[in-house]
Each structure stands twice: as structure tokens, then as C-alpha cells.
T-cell receptor, first 111, second 114 residues
Framework: EAGVAQSPRYKIIEKRQSVAFWCNPISGHATLYWYQQILGQGPKLLIQFQNNGVVDDSQLPKDRFSAERLKGVDSTLKIQPAKLEDSAVYLCASSPNYEQYFGPGTRLTVT | AQSVAQPEDQVNVAEGNPLTVKCTYSVSGNPYLFWYVQYPNRGLQFLLKYITGDNLVKGSYGFEAEFNKSQTSFHLKKPSALVSDSALYFC????????????FGKGTSLLVTP
């Protein structure tokens, strides 16, 4: 079974630029999550989708972050404009039930 | 809010010795608890979970965890550590108030020396 795919794996941008991350979940998993993991901390939920609907986006900084999940499969997370404090690893996870399966993450560096 | 705490930033253990990585939780209702491991430049990998049933949960790679309701703990254990177990370990609790997403602890770095 193929795992959760994410791209790109690494991205370096300057502050105020925009960036987008892509996630392809495991086939058949209805629930998709985006987490932000800042160095030295545990992952923090940004947004959760159930199929193509948003379940929870209470911790998503909506003035600069946006996310969508078209057709209930792939998802993109966008940051515009980026700030220095957005430097982190962005993890995508999908879940059929209790367990969440994580992708390798995208490491974002904002300079 | 549902939360977990990992009191140790780092745990050092010699290869072949037993290891314990500590986790305590604070939840309302019945907890759904998880352990994940993260190797450098890789995503989190699921180790084990406690939903209900036996307090001793067995997981991947020889790891196990003991759910202790009176002490609100869910410590990760392994009888004999391997150098390859060196990694970052995260305890997490499923939060029914947040769409059942996971609330993670800050992580504990495990270093197993030969």
C-alpha cells in the first residue's frame, strides 16, 4: 500500500513570498490533516478535512494560510505572504479511523 | 482540553538495557492515546495505541505501553533497547473537541548507545 505523498520535500523562500504544499493521502482515507511542526515541538493541527469538507480549522491563521481538498482526495496548503515564524515542517496525515498515517513532510525555511 | 505531557527532553540508555519514555495525560472522558516515532527527515510512524481493553498495549518494533488510569500515565517501554531505536518519540491524545485530531506532546529524544 502506498503511503501519504507530499511535495516538495524542501522549500526555501523569502518572507512575504507565497508557497504551496501538496498532499496525496492513502487511497480510501476520508480524513486528511495538515500539521505544523516547529523545531523542538510536537506537531500542531492546522486543519482537518473529512472528504472535501472542513471539520476543524480553528488553529489555521486564516489571514495568511489557506487549504483546500478538491474532490475529497488531494489537498494543497498555501501560505501567502510567508513570515519568518512560518519556518517549520508541514506534515500531512490521512486516516481511515483512529490511526493517522503521516507523510514525510515538507521542510519550509523562510529567510 | 485534551493534552499530554512528556517530562523528559532526552532519555539515554545503553543498548540491551530496558527503556522507558514517559507520558502523562489530561483528558475528560476516556482517553485515546498513541505513541509515534520520528526518524530524522522522515514523517511520524505509528507505534501503538490504547483505546480500551488491556492496560498493556503491544506495538511495533517490540515496543509496548502501559495505560495507568490512576496515575494518568501512558509510558512507552521496551525490554531491550537497540541502537536503531534512537529517534524522537511523541505521545499523543485524540481530541474529540477538535475533530478527533491528535494533540501531541513536545517529544522525547531517545539515544541508545552501544
Amino acid at each position: 500500500e502506498a503511503g501519504v505523498a507530499q511535495s516538495p520535500r524542501y522549500k526555501i523562500i523569502e518572507k512575504r513570498q507565497s508557497v504551496a504544499f501538496w498532499c496525496n493521502p492513502i487511497s480510501g482515507h476520508a480524513t486528511l490533516y495538515w500539521y505544523q511542526q516547529i523545531l523542538g515541538q510536537g506537531p500542531k493541527l492546522l486543519i482537518q478535512f473529512q472528504n472535501n469538507g472542513v471539520v476543524d480549522d480553528s488553529q489555521l491563521p486564516k489571514d495568511r494560510f489557506s487549504a483546500e481538498r478538491l474532490k475529497g482526495v488531494d489537498s494543497t496548503l498555501k501560505i501567502q505572504p510567508a513570515k519568518l515564524e512560518d519556518s517549520a515542517v508541514y506534515l500531512c496525515a490521512s486516516s481511515p479511523n483512529y490511526e493517522q498515517y503521516f507523510g514525510p513532510g515538507t521542510r519550509l525555511t523562510v529567510t | 482540553a485534551q493534552s499530554v505531557a512528556q517530562p523528559e527532553d532526552q532519555v539515554n540508555v545503553a543498548e540491551g538495557n530496558p527503556l522507558t519514555v514517559k507520558c502523562t495525560y489530561s483528558v475528560s472522558g476516556n482517553p485515546y492515546l498513541f505513541w509515534y516515532v520520528q526518524y530524522p527527515n522522515r514523517g511520524l510512524q505509528f507505534l501503538l495505541k490504547y483505546i480500551t481493553g488491556d492496560n498493556l498495549v503491544k506495538g511495533s518494533y517490540g515496543f509496548e505501553a502501559e495505560f495507568n488510569k490512576s496515575q494518568t500515565s501512558f509510558h512507552l517501554k521496551k525490554p531491550s533497547a537497540l541502537v536503531s531505536d534512537s529517534a524522537l518519540y511523541f505521545c499523543a491524545v485524540r481530541d474529540p473537541n477538535s475533530g478527533y485530531a491528535l494533540n501531541f506532546g513536545k517529544g522525547t529524544s531517545l539515544l541508545v548507545t552501544p
